[in-house]
């Protein structure tokens, strides 16, 4: 996350596009759900002028995404895409 984001930075880059919902795929559910609202915090805390748009690959169902949500409150989130198909 960190140098990937620097490096778009460098370039003049605003805006962050991060790939979540790793509880679905990648990690087991609690770790990954940790995991996304850790990473997008991270950004947020990193870049603060700058917008986050989050992609969740259809990574959550409707109550996972309103705890992610309720975790990352205050973020201010620009956009999120595919939350959930349930």
Do not use: W
């Not at 990574?59 to 959930?84: F, K, M, N, Q, T």
């Amino acid at each position: 996350m960190g140098s990937q984001c620097r490096a778009d930075d460098a370039l003049g880059h605003r805006a962050f596009k991060l790939e979540i919902g790793r509880g679905n795929r990648r990690m087991e559910r609690a770790g990954g759900d940790r995991r996304d609202v850790e990473v997008t915090r991270a950004v947020r805390d990193a870049f603060p002028e700058s917008r986050i748009l989050v992609e969740a690959n259809d990574g959550y169902d409707i109550d996972g995404v309103h705890r992610y949500l309720d975790a990352v409150a205050g973020v201010g989130l620009y956009r999120i895409e595919e939350p959930s198909v349930r």
